[in-house]
């Protein structure tokens, strides 16, 4: 723990302050870089900052807050039509500046040179984490791997090419593999060998398929060597057996990797760790269970509707499954759906917790990240670690990068999606043997493959609220779905109290108006037949803010150049349709 505080206060010490395209600036520290690379310690102190880079605990639990299989408070107003360049941001460069310079001096340290590839190593993954993420959000970046002066023409150089610096990224990448020292580390708090080779299966898995989806780009035979990359790069971390998926806690397995302080190790790779003795928090309760702070995120029923039954069948296969009250819907499934979402048999503090409506809009009210004792609902002090990279997701990576290459076998579900379904309390866990319609036609239309279509069933429903999903949804090329209907539970009639939970009281009506004489712990739900209301008028699953515009259009797979940024340099072009 000492480690993750040294770095949490260390995190600023040499980062350079933000003017300008932030490129120009000097590093802000108080020692001579003639005496601050001089020792390994030295090194050290300075390759902390460089964890600031990474998300905290906050930036995971808003990670889903713009997708498909989740609705908030609000439309998100990048989705409203609205959104211009001059809302644009994330321009900023100073993070990178700090690494170069760091490169550029480390090498006057008086360590062996397998000491200093070490740090050269770690100052290049972080290089590649910055430059993938600057990718992923405005495509054709300008590739730096130098500090710069005030006076060098290369601060008004116009944008690289997506190719260009996606090859630096994994160079970057594989520099580190090949270079950093030390084994697993326990804590997730530090990067390792382990941790470069899950990021990679993840960069280069996005990699792929964006050029294989995005055939405007015009570099789709380039994609296969990315996926080969993201399949080669898992299976590699695969093979070392330095992680295994968490099922020590039985059917709580999956959640406890997100509601403890201390790491499952066995599973979790890179953590946002967080610490009551040390006063590193997240807002996880107080962001889920405020009706005035948070997003009051709510997953959809199409969403949930693909959660399997515990037997392997498929929810959707039933006889009339849109018609199924809530308390009958969530019985006998897939245990991550319990482990989700507050239902059946849920306490908080040692009471029954139903799905709160002062909170939840749809019903399916998330508690995956957020802690059951209602302690912190109202301030941001939760001092649970959250994932940033774990193991499940390197299998996941590994499933779909081969289905995408049309290699997925037999064995490869056995030691992936298999592994997955039997942690999740799935008795029949093997491979399909025909396309699941719903999901065809609900998700993923342009899907013929049945494994592949299991595979992004199970990367949903494993990795959801932990912040993947949009980044799926643009490298598929389906930001369609985020125009998607917002659908909630089944209603079976209007002004009749309902028991979420079987608890033998009742916890919501769904009226137009609140009765007068309203009944004690009844939440009264106003369907306004306008942003509110049910499918069939007086009865039906609820239907939400379809009265409010939604678009996503071609252009909206990267975000608009910064206004400020072009203005200031007149060489940047800007993205295509902003």
């Not at 309203?518 to 069939?536: A, E, H, M, R, W």
Request: charged content about 25%; some cysteine; hydrophobic content about 35%.
């Amino acid at each position: 723990m000492k480690k993750i505080i040294l770095i949490a206060a260390l995190a600023g010490l040499f980062v350079t302050t933000s003017c300008s395209n932030d490129l120009d600036q000097l590093p802000f520290d108080k020692l001579s870089p003639d005496v601050a690379f001089t020792s390994e310690k030295d090194l050290e102190l300075y390759s902390n900052s460089f964890y600031k880079i990474l998300p905290n605990g906050n930036d995971i639990v808003r990670g889903d807050n713009m997708t498909d299989y989740v609705i908030g408070r609000t439309i998100n107003n990048y989705l409203t039509g609205t959104y211009t360049a001059y809302d644009s941001g994330g321009w900023s460069w100073s993070d990178l500046r700090n690494i170069n310079y760091f490169l550029e001096k480390f090498r006057g340290a008086t360590i062996s040179d397998k000491r200093k590839a070490h740090y050269e190593g770690l100052a290049r993954f972080f290089r590649a984490w910055f430059y993938f993420d600057k990718v992923k959000r405005f495509g054709d970046v300008p590739w730096y791997n130098k500090t710069l002066a005030v006076d060098d023409t290369d601060l008004y150089k116009p944008r690289d090419s997506r190719e260009l610096v996606m090859q630096k990224v994994v160079e970057d990448l594989d520099f580190a593999i090949n270079n950093i020292e030390g084994g697993k580390d326990n804590s997730a708090s530090r990067i390792t060998k382990q941790v470069a080779l899950a990021f990679k299966s993840r960069v280069c898995l996005y990699e792929g398929t964006f050029r294989k989806y995005h055939t405007d780009l015009g570099l789709t035979g380039g994609a296969t060597d990315w996926l080969k990359q993201a399949a080669n790069a898992a299976d590699e971390l695969m093979k070392m057996s330095s992680y295994r998926l968490n099922t020590v806690q039985g059917n709580q397995s999956y959640r406890n990797l997100f509601n403890k302080e201390a790491v499952e190790a066995s599973e979790v790779i890179l953590a946002a760790n967080a610490s009551f003795a040390y006063r590193i928090f997240n807002d996880a309760n107080w962001y889920y269970t405020s009706a005035t702070y948070g997003n009051r995120s709510n997953l959809t029923k199409s969403f949930v509707q693909t959660y399997l039954n515990a037997d392997g069948s498929r929810f959707t296969d039933k006889a009339g499954y849109e018609s199924i009250p809530f308390w009958e819907e969530v019985k006998n499934r897939d245990q991550r759906l319990e482990q989700t979402i507050r239902m059946g048999e849920y306490k908080r503090d040692g009471q029954a917790a139903a799905p709160d409506f002062t909170y939840t809009y749809t019903g399916y009210q998330p508690k995956k990240l957020t802690l059951d004792s209602s302690a912190t609902d109202g301030v941001a002090e939760n001092s649970n670690t959250l994932p940033i990279i774990r193991y499940a997701e390197v299998l996941l990576n590994y499933a779909e990068s081969r289905a995408e290459l049309g290699e997925f076998t037999g064995a490869d579900w056995d030691r992936t999606i298999k592994l997955l379904r039997e942690r999740a309390g799935i008795t029949n866990s093997g491979m399909p043997t025909k396309v699941d319609e719903y999901l065809k036609q609900q998700f993923f239309p342009n899907v013929t493959d049945a494994n592949l279509l299991e595979i992004r069933r199970e990367r949903g429903i494993e990795l959801v609220l932990e912040g993947f999903r949009y980044d799926d949804l643009r490298r598929w090329k389906l930001g369609s779905l985020l125009m998607k209907t917002y659908d909630g539970m089944y209603v079976p009639a209007m002004n009749t109290p309902l028991d979420m939970n079987g608890d033998g009281k009742a916890d919501v009506a769904f009226v137009t108006k609140v009765p007068a004489n309203p009944q004690k712990g009844v939440y009264y739900y106003i369907i306004d037949n306008n942003q509110y209301k049910l499918s069939n008028g007086d009865s039906g699953k609820l239907i939400l803010m379809d009265n409010l515009k939604r678009v996503y259009g071609e252009h909206q797979y990267v975000y608009p150049i910064p206004y400020s940024a072009i203005v200031l340099n007149g060489n940047l072009s800007q993205n295509k349709g902003w």
